[in-house]
Every structure is written in C-alpha cells, then in structure tokens.
C-alpha cells in the first residue's frame, strides 16, 4: 500500500522570503500523480499544484514549485515570496493511476507559519 | 461549471443520536466521491468511497456508512454517534485521475 509522510508539523518563515515543505512518499508504482493541497483556516482544501510522475519537469504555478526526485521518492513544496495569505496546513497527496477509484492518500500535513 | 455542495457546516449532536451528512455535485457525471474525516490538527482520513450508484467501498471499520442513491449524492451516516465519531467531514469527487475538488466540510462534535 501506498504511504506518503510529511515530516515537518510545523514551519515558520518570514514574509517575502521562501520555505520548503517536505514530501516523501512509498510506491511500487512508475505512474502515479502528486498533489500538495493548501488548508486554510477556513478548512476549504485548495488544490496549489500538481505532478504527473511521467513527466521530469518539474510543476510550477506562479509562486510555488515541486522538486519532483521520483528516483528518492521525494516530492517538495517551494513556495517563494511568501505572503500572510500563505499560512495554512499543507497537505502532500499521492493519486494512483492504477486504482479506478482514484484516491487521494493524503500525509499528516504541515503549518506554516508566516512571520510578518 | 463543477460545484459541490455539503451540509450541514456544523452539527452538535447527543451521543447515541443518529447522523447524516449529505453532499451533492454539480455540473459532472458518474464521479467517483468520497468521505474524508480529518481529526483536530492532524491529516485526511479517507472513511468511503464510491465509483457508482449503490457502489460503496469503505476504507476503515467504524461505526459510520455510507450510500449513493443518486449519481451525484453522497450520504454519510450513523445509527448511533460516538464520541470518537466527532471531527470534520470533508466530501470530495474526482474525475478520471485528475485532483479531487472538495466541499466546505462539515465540523462534527458529539457530545
């Protein structure tokens, strides 16, 4: 069965500058898909990027990026120029492209916190 | 556009009451859904999911079920609540293997 473990529960940075969120993650799979989800106060869960595991570029949106190491299993959240509206629980999520039922298998989560 | 919708946002009930959380989609068809319980401070516990109308695979034993008896509702419920029941419910759907999108969530305390 598929893990994913996140080992950072918390983690603290200062406005504008940038933080990296841990990911690892266990499969026997080669194709799979990665997600790092945002949970603010509110609880919505907010998708922020996503990685198909086939592809060796690395995703960005805007001010957030993954480093995908598929060979260490290890999928990182950078988010640079970090903003209050940052803070939140973050949350790394492993999708198998095998299993029909499409699951998200979530980690544990980390907060970050944003120092003004 | 896609929506989901989920209700109630908050529920206080009595231990030994009984429980239903609905959740309802719009805008897709035949989405696979699913119900997520997440404790306080602590990670997304996947309880059911559903690939179908009246299919339902639960993914822990507990004193929760679920059923689909419609394309796009998903029901959560109980006979008799727990205190361990409380926590916050999330209800999400996917399509084929892209990101699964998610409810408000429902903040349930049991008293």
């Known amino acids: 069965a598929q893990t994913v473990t996140q080992s950072q529960p918390e983690m603290s940075v200062q406005e504008a500058e940038t933080v990296t969120l841990s990911c690892t993650y266990d499969?026997?799979?080669?194709?799979?898909?990665l997600f790092w989800y945002k949970q603010p106060p509110s609880r919505q869960m907010i998708l922020v990027i996503r990685?198909?595991?086939?592809?060796?570029q690395n995703a960005t949106e805007n001010r957030f990026s993954v480093n995908f190491q598929k060979a260490a299993k290890s999928f990182s959240l950078k988010i640079s120029d970090s903003q209050l509206g940052d803070a939140a629980m973050y949350f790394c999520?492993?999708?198998?492209?095998?299993?029909?039922?499409?699951?998200?298998?979530f980690g544990s989560g980390t907060r970050l916190l944003v120092r003004p | 556009s896609q929506t989901i919708h989920q209700w109630p946002a908050t529920l206080v009930q009595p231990v030994g009451s009984p429980l239903s959380l609905e959740c309802t989609v719009e805008?897709?068809?035949?989405?696979?859904l699913y119900w997520y319980r997440q404790a306080a401070g602590r990670g997304l516990q996947l309880l059911f999911y559903?690939?179908?109308?009246?299919?339902i695979s639960s993914e822990v034993p507990q004193n929760l079920s679920a059923s689909r008896p419609q394309d796009r509702q998903f029901i959560l419920s109980s006979k008799k609540l727990l205190l361990s029941d409380s926590g916050f419910y999330l209800c999400?759907?996917?399509?084929?293997?892209?990101?699964?999108?998610f409810g408000q969530g429902t903040r349930l305390t049991v008293v």
């Open positions: 999520a492993y999708r198998s492209i095998m299993d029909s039922s499409y699951k998200l298998i």
């Open positions: 499969t026997s799979e080669s194709d799979y898909y």
């Open positions: 805008g897709t068809s035949n989405p696979n």
């Open positions: 990685q198909e595991a086939y592809k060796q």
């Open positions: 559903s690939v179908g109308i009246g299919q």
């Open positions: 999400a759907w996917s399509v084929m293997a892209t990101e699964a999108f």
